[in-house]
């Protein structure tokens, strides 16, 4: 496994470093001492496992395409921006725009989200073990939200096609979004999901899939005609 | 952008306030290069108010400095202690002297003087430039005490000088300081209303409202706790905003959660920061950070 000590060393010369080793064939990758720096680990386009034994800043895993990142402590804004695909696992809590505009792979939070989880999202899932703040889902395009506990003001605001489920209370739903029954195929979905991302101990305190409920879009936003204004009044 | 940061000290030492303060603002200096500053908040002086004074912004400090004592001597101020470094003269007074009196005395008697900080416990410095020029001139990794805020500043809209950098001092009500990130838009409509009660403002800094916004709330009876509160109704805007009195220090984040805004809490301190690197940086080992919620009003009794 290979190793990249981020002590007394700036971002670029830590990110140089993982990128020069994932060159020398390094499949796995250990980054110690991160230390909430900004901007580690972004634009990695190879299937490599980066684990990192603390907390990360701004931007961690942003426009990846393929890695497979762990996260030992939490990370702040705009954690996995534009992902392309692979998978971001973060053991603490994430801050605001986590998971923002991606278009597949996978984000799994084992604590809390704070505001705008997942906006503009185009495709992959996030899975929260805890609670979503302000905002989640703001302007969804397709992909899949999950929160097993509570979530926050103005959820899924002014969605497109991406599908929430929340296991726990919703304190608001945001412009346009229903709740709707889920079906057997989502309570499937929602345990084989759980199941496969959160640890033993972290799964057995959720709910199952069955008993969350299931926030999508009420289309009279995204696909309305200006002219239809009695519809338009009716969404807002 | 801007940089916050906030520290209580929990343990009964009180020895480390200015180091951390310090290692937070140089985390986030690269959020704001403009100026930095911090209110630090020390050990209680038996009733006596400590004042700070700007002695201007265009030199001739040497020259104002010996102004202001003599002052002090002229109106009786039994003022004690008195030094001076760099731009600002410090001295103390009696706790039971007439405040409103004294800083209209100070500051009418030269326009570029003005009363930074008055407290029991508060004392603030600020400067343009950064953390590093902030310790060189002042050495504020030395200074004791239980909790304060710090500040680095990246200027949007006013001037970038001593009296524009925060923190901000209420400018009257003793032991009251705050730091704020974001922009305050219904400032303007709020600082007619101020105006029109007398209330003088010293800069055209949006934040330097919230410290006359808070001080106002807090003069009606209200908590700290309600005051944040009351916030959230009356300012518009986006805002991050960390407070301090004698005896609380607390933060409110606006409804929009537009402006970040992190805390860690052990049995050891209280931290809240714009960014965890600040927080991390300055207080090394094993604790959570999280944002705060939207709408998130927390405060700690010192």
Not at chain 1, 69 to 91: C, D, K, P, T, Y
Not at chain 2, 36 to 53: E, Q
């Amino acid at each position: 496994m290979g190793e990249v000590n981020c002590d007394g060393r700036s971002t670029q010369e830590i990110n140089a470093e993982i990128k020069q080793q994932i060159k020398q064939g390094a499949t796995e990758i250990l980054v110690r001492n991160p230390g909430a720096r900004h901007n580690l680990g972004v634009a990695i386009l190879e299937p490599v496992a980066i684990r990192l034994d603390g907390s990360v800043g701004y931007y961690c895993g942003g426009l990846i395409d393929g890695p497979n990142f762990e996260i030992a402590g939490s990370a702040g804004w705009g954690l996995a921006e534009s992902m392309m695909n692979g998978q971001v696992v973060v053991r603490g809590n994430v801050g605001n725009g986590a998971a923002a505009a991606i278009r597949g792979g996978t984000v799994v939070v084992h604590q809390d989200a704070a505001a705008r989880l997942g906006v503009s999202m185009k495709g992959g899932t996030v899975l929260v073990a805890g609670n979503c703040g302000y905002m989640a889902g703001f302007m969804g395009q397709k992909g899949t939200i999950i929160v097993c506990g509570d979530a926050g003001e103005a959820f899924a605001d002014s969605m497109y096609e991406t599908v929430c489920f929340v296991g726990g209370r919703i304190t608001e739903l945001g412009t346009d979004a229903v709740i709707e029954e889920p079906s057997t195929a989502d309570a499937e979905l929602l345990d084989s999901t759980l199941a496969k991302h959160l640890p033993p101990e972290l799964r057995k305190s959720k709910p199952a899939g069955r008993n969350f409920k299931k926030v999508v879009s009420g289309r009279k936003l995204w696909n309305f005609d200006k002219r239809e204004w009695k519809t338009w009044q009716e969404a807002l | 952008m801007c940089g916050i940061a906030g520290f209580l000290d929990k343990t009964k030492e009180h020895s480390g306030l200015g180091r951390v303060l310090l290692d937070m603002l140089t985390a986030l200096a690269c959020r704001g290069p403009d100026s930095a500053g911090v209110a630090l908040f020390g050990p209680s002086t038996n009733g006596h108010f400590v004042v700070k004074v700007k002695l201007g912004n265009h030199g001739e400090s040497a020259l104002r400095a010996e102004r202001l004592s003599g002052l002090l001597k002229s109106i009786g101020a039994g003022a004690r202690e008195f030094s001076t470094v760099a731009a600002y003269a410090r001295f103390v007074v009696d706790g039971g002297i007439d405040l409103t009196n004294l800083i209209a005395s100070i500051e009418r008697s030269d326009g570029e003087m003005e009363v930074v900080s008055v407290g029991r416990n508060l004392e603030i410095v600020k400067q343009v430039g950064s953390p590093a020029n902030l310790e060189q001139t002042y050495a504020i990794a030395q200074f004791c005490g239980t909790h304060g805020l710090g500040h680095t500043r990246l200027s949007t809209e006013s001037r970038v000088d001593l009296s524009h950098s925060q923190p901000f001092w209420s400018h009257g009500r003793p032991d009251l300081a705050i730091v704020h990130n974001g922009h305050i838009t219904n400032y303007h409509k709020l600082r007619r209303v101020y105006q029109q009660r007398g209330i003088r403002f010293y800069t055209e800094n949006d934040s330097e409202v919230v410290a006359i916004y808070l001080s106002d709330q807090l003069g009606k009876g209200r908590t700290l706790e309600d005051s944040l509160h009351a916030m959230l109704r009356d300012l518009d805007g986006s805002f991050s905003c960390l407070v301090a009195t004698a005896t609380q220090f607390g933060f409110v984040k606006d409804p929009f959660a537009l402006k970040p805004l992190l805390w860690a809490e052990t049995d050891g301190f209280v931290a809240v920061a714009n960014e965890e690197i600040a927080i991390r940086s300055a207080l090394p080992g094993a604790y959570q950070v999280r944002e705060a919620e939207v709408k998130e009003v927390r405060v700690w009794e010192r």
